[in-house]
């Protein structure tokens, strides 16, 4: 085996690539100024904390810290999970509004716990992550709390290392950095680190609106909550140095989220806390007395963390997250292709079954003479109980599971008809369950294809699930709209 073997995954971080995003709709209209992306969300545990998380450890270790001493660790998500990356034991104190996605994460990489914390909570209140970390170290014995607020972590070095990458990316050509602030580093660091070379760059500090770090922003803990995950503070972080940002920009969730589906289209599949940065960014080039500048923005989030948020269509509309292009667009792919067809107008032959008294063996020739990949299976009365794939069956003889005499019943996956119940499907000793979704003729082509994102195939009953009266797959739906002429995906 050759190439390059790396031993420590801590090795890995750092040296992120820099994009241009001028291909990215929305980013570079109408603007001579050049915007590139550094993109943070490539180190290996998907953010730039990873980067914090190594100069920890390293602090760690000088100090003596055991490798697996209890870390209790207060932040957004994206901290702990780089610190869990790097085998460190961890209880996490996250925010009420931190993702799903992350906490699932979390657990699976085997924190001890985790804590919800208030989202707007004030330092030197019982409900601030410093005051239950305080609590929760107390009562554990060689525990150590981190949170990079406070000044016993140095995080010089890890940032300096950021800023010189920046400078050779950019050839020392850098007019403008733009970044979200949350606790306050990286602006600092970065700032002192950057400006000792380049005095005349402007540092640009993106936060949602209603957050409180800008200069003219004061604490407020009854101000609306933002979704925006990663960035702002209902206070200034005792950790950003004054004067390190020159200027602010607020950017509300919808042009936030908005902006980060628009990369995620455009191939940067970064979060929406970076959507907000590339909407700050693309604000202050067109504010800029010199329009054709070079900006830079970092990009510290994936948008894989948001699975359940910003890339769900039914959440973003939901929440009004997105802007008036993109709703039209999602309102359009959604209805207007299938202009208000059902199942109906698809036209599917009627389904041939067999039931589950019948052998696999002439379940696997019913599909083989008709060309099909899978048959419903009907029980009493003809009632559809379950379905059989012609792989499935194949793989079942081959691999000595099964006979062709032995019945259908025996090895199909069936339909749960309780209700809130749907496919079951034998494991040994447990069965899973998915959920049934009913499908019939009149059921409109538009809820049919959010169907398939999911599923491979559709068995169309009657309203009372006990008839199958056809088959319909992704293929009927690609062959429907071609016949219209109006094939979009």
Not at 254 to 263: C, E, G
Not at 299 to 314: F, H, I, K, P, V
Request: proline share 4%; aromatic share 6%; charged share 20%.
């Amino acid at each position: 085996m050759s190439g390059l073997r790396i031993t420590n995954i801590s090795a890995t971080i750092g040296r992120t690539p820099m994009v241009s995003l001028s291909e990215v709709e929305g980013v570079s209209e109408r603007l001579s100024a050049e915007i590139y992306g550094k993109l943070e969300y490539m180190n290996p545990g998907a953010s730039i904390k990873d980067r914090v998380a190594k100069s920890i450890v390293q602090q760690l270790d000088a100090r003596g810290i055991e490798k697996n001493a209890l870390l209790v660790v207060a932040g957004a998500g994206n901290l702990a999970i780089s610190l869990a990356m790097l085998q460190r034991q961890l209880l996490c104190l996250i925010p009420e509004r931190t993702s799903a996605d992350r906490v699932r994460l979390l657990k699976a990489a085997g924190v001890m716990d985790i804590v919800r914390t208030l989202d707007g909570a004030l330092p030197g209140s019982p409900e601030h992550p410093v005051e239950i970390g305080k609590r929760i170290v107390a009562q554990h014995s060689g525990a150590v709390y981190v949170d990079e607020e406070l000044d016993e972590w140095d995080f010089t070095a890890c940032y300096e290392e950021l800023a010189d990458e920046l400078f050779e990316q950019t050839d020392g050509k850098l007019d403008a950095l733009v970044l979200g602030v949350d606790t306050g580093n990286a602006a600092t660091h970065l700032s002192r680190a950057l400006k000792k070379r380049l005095p005349e760059l402007q540092m640009v500090g993106v936060e949602p609106s209603n957050s409180a770090i800008g200069e003219q922003g004061n604490a407020n803990p009854l101000a609306r909550r933002w979704l925006c995950e990663d960035i702002g503070r209902p206070y200034a972080p005792q950790a950003l140095v004054p004067g390190s940002i020159d200027m602010w920009i607020q950017v509300s969730d919808r042009v936030a989220y908005s902006m980060a589906r628009r990369l995620v289209r455009g191939g940067v599949i970064s979060g929406p806390a970076a959507g907000a940065s590339v909407a700050a960014a693309r604000m202050y080039a067109m504010s800029a007395l010199q329009p054709s500048q070079r900006i830079v923005v970092i990009l510290g989030d994936t948008a894989r963390n948001y699975g359940d948020t910003l890339l769900s269509d039914d959440w973003m509309l939901a929440h009004d997250l997105l802007d008036s292009r993109m709703l039209d667009d999602l309102q359009r792919k959604r209805l207007g292709q299938f202009r208000g067809a059902s199942i109906e107008d698809l036209q599917l032959p009627a389904a041939l079954s067999v039931s589950a008294s019948d052998t696999i063996g002439t379940a696997i020739n019913l599909m083989v003479e008709h060309d099909f990949s899978q048959l419903p299976v009907t029980g009493v009365g003809r009632r559809l109980v379950g379905y059989l794939t012609l792989s499935a069956a194949q793989t079942l003889i081959e691999n000595n599971v099964a006979t062709p005499d032995q019945p259908v019943d025996k090895f199909m996956l069936r339909f749960d008809h309780r209700p809130n119940r749907g496919v079951s499907e034998n494991t040994g000793n447990t069965s899973i369950h998915k959920q049934y979704w009913l499908i019939t003729p009149e059921t409109p082509l538009s809820e049919l294809s959010r169907f398939f994102e999911t599923n491979t195939v559709a068995f169309v009953t009657d309203a009372s699930r006990k008839f199958c009266l056809g088959i319909a797959t992704k293929q009927d739906l690609i062959t429907f709209l071609a016949r219209r002429n109006t094939c979009r995906f």
